[in-house]
């Protein structure tokens, strides 16, 4: 049995309060197993992003528990979150969120020079060939491509080593050869590293990659699929949708 990466239990979120109060999730429980691609999909305003939010501890829930591996977040306080953070969570962002003055390689060390570690060479040879940068290194961000930026930000999220990767749309300014590429590289973590990646992301062909989907819908979980493939992820939505506007 895969170890349990990170789990939320009874995840509740609410904004505001009185007549302009949003629950923006609702008693959300959901495990992340370590070398499994999840994807988290639903329509607008379903509480997707603050669910990735709120587990990779970027948001504090109104009540319930996150934990990351058998650590529960709320225990910590914020020197130790941010420690959390850093060492045992990566981060690759729809922005890319790349330093214009830095080169590939020190974008990619960039979390572990900040956290006063060295990179293991041998991995770190192995992240960059994954992700097929050894070309690049001393590239500063404006002169690579767009999905080339996007590899760098795949590879500083994969250097650390971290115990879970979440990607907030990470194929989002990508044009779709491009994003297939992060994508297929993402996969590739998880079956060869043995990497544990949680995606949020709107489009089917992207949740094609993952090994599991799961939905949203006015912040509740409400259903899941295994082996997705791009056409009954589709067909799933518009259902979603369609149930968002008559509800």
Not at 121 to 142: S, T
Not at 178 to 195: H, N
Not at 216 to 245: A, I
């Given at each position: 049995?895969?170890?349990?990466?990170?789990?939320?239990?009874?995840?509740?979120?609410?904004?505001?309060?009185?007549?302009?109060?949003?629950?923006?999730?609702?008693?959300?429980?959901?495990?992340?197993?370590?070398?499994?691609?999840?994807a988290i999909m639903g329509p607008s305003g379903c509480g997707k992003s603050?669910?990735?939010?709120?587990?990779?501890?970027?948001?504090?829930?109104?009540?319930?528990?996150?934990?990351?591996?058998?650590?529960?977040?709320?225990?910590?306080?914020?020197?130790?979150?941010?420690?959390?953070?850093?060492?045992?969570?990566?981060?690759?962002?729809?922005?890319?969120?790349?330093?214009?003055?830095?080169?590939?390689?020190?974008?990619?060390?960039?979390?572990?020079?900040?956290?006063?570690?060295?990179?293991?060479?041998?991995?770190?040879?192995?992240?960059?060939?994954?992700?097929?940068?050894?070309?690049?290194?001393?590239?500063?961000?404006?002169?690579?491509?767009?999905?080339?930026?996007?590899?760098?930000?795949?590879?500083?999220?994969?250097?650390?080593?971290?115990?879970?990767?979440?990607?907030?749309?990470?194929?989002?300014?990508?044009?779709?050869?491009?994003?297939?590429?992060?994508?297929?590289?993402?996969?590739?973590?998880?079956?060869?590293?043995?990497?544990?990646?949680?995606?949020?992301?709107?489009?089917?062909?992207?949740?094609?990659?993952?090994?599991?989907?799961?939905?949203?819908?006015?912040?509740?979980?409400?259903?899941?699929?295994?082996?997705?493939?791009?056409?009954?992820?589709?067909?799933?939505?518009?259902?979603?949708?369609?149930?968002?506007?008559?509800?």
């Amino acid at each position: 049995m895969p170890a349990i990466t990170a789990a939320t239990s009874g995840l509740t979120k609410v904004y505001g309060s009185g007549d302009t109060q949003v629950v923006a999730l609702d008693q959300v429980s959901i495990t992340f197993k370590e070398g499994e691609f999840t994807a988290i999909m639903g329509p607008s305003g379903c509480g997707k992003s603050t669910l990735m939010h709120c587990a990779a501890g970027l948001d504090s829930p109104t009540s319930g528990s996150v934990r990351i591996g058998t650590t529960e977040l709320s225990t910590l306080n914020d020197r130790r979150l941010t420690q959390l953070r850093r060492d045992r969570i990566g981060f690759i962002f729809q922005a890319f969120n790349l330093l214009p003055t830095l080169t590939a390689l020190e974008n990619i060390t960039l979390p572990l020079t900040i956290a006063g570690r060295r990179p293991d060479p041998q991995w770190l040879e192995r992240v960059v060939a994954m992700v097929g940068l050894a070309g690049r290194l001393g590239h500063r961000p404006a002169q690579l491509s767009g999905g080339q930026q996007q590899r760098v930000a795949v590879a500083r999220a994969l250097a650390a080593q971290p115990a879970i990767i979440f990607g907030d749309e990470p194929t989002g300014n990508l044009d779709s050869r491009a994003g297939a590429e992060v994508l297929g590289f993402l996969r590739d973590s998880v079956r060869e590293l043995g990497q544990t990646v949680v995606m949020v992301t709107h489009d089917p062909v992207a949740a094609g990659y993952a090994d599991r989907v799961v939905f949203l819908s006015d912040g509740q979980l409400v259903d899941e699929m295994t082996r997705p493939t791009p056409d009954r992820v589709l067909d799933r939505m518009k259902s979603l949708d369609t149930r968002s506007r008559t509800s």
